[in-house]
């Protein structure tokens, strides 16, 4: 439903910015096919003096668009003049605007330059990404599942996510990053980011200055393959650089110490982990409060009875089998671990998860 609804919303929007992208075909139009057939109702007298309806007007001023007038010739010099002028200016209308506003209109799924033009300008506060490779295609799902407009750019037609884009009815261009029109047609001075997700560092540098120049203010985000490049470009550049070898070390490193850990990521110059926690010794009895007053852990979630619940109360007693969501710094998450009395992490053995990491996993931003 509430997908329906955001359709239904992007249609009008897009209606509306064709509607304002054509409005001087539409006014010409309504010239054309109200104002035609008033003067040949006012002007022209058959041959018995006798005028013509207005809906027999219409039809006359129709045929004249192709070279076929219904009404018979008569000296007025004001209807041959019609007659005379007609037809070039309503070819040149109808090829020129009211042709290419229904194919605008009725062919979106082609997702042409032109297309998705008019719908960047129905947005405002929207997110352009660069790039339909697997981290630019994790990225596009986690804004929209946001509720975030989205916008993609890729230059190849072959690249591995276009198609899965498109089935979305994500707005994806085809379109050379280094092109002056590319940027201006996804809208991006009245964007909020751009996430710069090529695989090609310098190409991402590239974009970041061009949405820079067209849109001040907007937020950069960058992936760069260069840790030494992403520090240099996050100190001066102002703009959120980030390493895929940095984003993946923390938890590659954490792997291969401990499988418990399920995410880390680093807080300034703090490692912080989140692992799952099962209440046996130790921590049954306690609360919530009281695991984040004596160790600094977080609760994010309790698992009991098989319901998983999001930020449990502080007051809350943990029970024995219940399963915690804790997120703490290491050194925090050590401690209460030897706490719990599993200071150690289990043994390997054949049965072991193979704990696989790739830096187009971790999540960015």
Not at 259 to 265: A, G
Not at 345 to 353: C, E, G, K, M, R
Request: aromatic fraction near 8%.
């Amino acid at each position: 439903m509430k997908q329906s609804r955001r359709h239904f919303r992007a249609n009008l929007r897009y209606l509306r910015a064709l509607v304002r992208r054509f409005r001087t075909t539409l006014v010409l139009s309504a010239v054309l096919f109200l104002g035609g057939p008033l003067l040949f109702h006012w002007r022209f007298r058959g041959p018995g003096g006798d005028r013509i309806d207005f809906g027999e007007a219409l039809h006359h001023t129709y045929f004249l668009l192709y070279g076929q007038p219904s009404l018979p010739y008569v000296d007025d010099w004001m209807v041959e003049l019609l007659n005379l002028v007609i037809p070039p200016a309503g070819i040149a209308l109808v090829a020129d605007g009211v042709v290419r506003f229904a194919y605008l209109f009725f062919a979106r799924h082609k997702n042409d330059k032109e297309w998705i033009e008019v719908v960047s300008e129905t947005m405002k506060g929207h997110v352009v990404v660069c790039g339909a490779g697997r981290v630019g295609y994790r990225v596009v799902t986690q804004l929209r599942e946001m509720g975030k407009d989205v916008v993609v750019v890729e230059k190849r037609e072959d690249a591995a996510f276009v198609s899965a884009l498109r089935d979305e009815l994500v707005p994806l261009l085809i379109d050379d990053t280094r092109s002056p029109l590319c940027l201006p047609r996804t809208n991006v001075k009245d964007a909020s980011a751009i996430v710069c997700a090529t695989d090609d560092d310098l190409a991402n540098l590239n974009i970041a200055l061009d949405a820079r120049k067209l849109n001040p203010d907007i937020r950069v985000v960058i992936r760069l393959f260069d840790d030494d490049l992403s520090g240099k470009v996050r100190e001066t550049f102002k703009a959120e650089a980030l390493s895929s070898s940095s984003l993946a070390a923390p938890a590659m490193a954490l792997a291969a110490m401990d499988p418990r850990i399920v995410h880390s990521f680093h807080l300034a110059k703090h490692l912080m982990v989140v692992s799952l926690f099962e209440a046996r010794l130790g921590l049954p009895g306690l609360t919530i409060s009281d695991v984040r007053d004596r160790f600094g852990c977080l609760a994010l979630s309790l698992q009991r009875n098989g319901e998983e619940r999001l930020h449990p109360q502080g007051e809350e007693v943990i029970r024995p089998g219940d399963v915690l969501s804790l997120q703490a710094s290491y050194p925090e998450y050590r401690r209460l671990r030897a706490f719990t009395h599993e200071a150690e992490p289990p043994l390997w053995s054949h049965h072991a998860p193979v704990a696989v990491v790739t830096p187009s996993s971790r999540k960015v931003g």
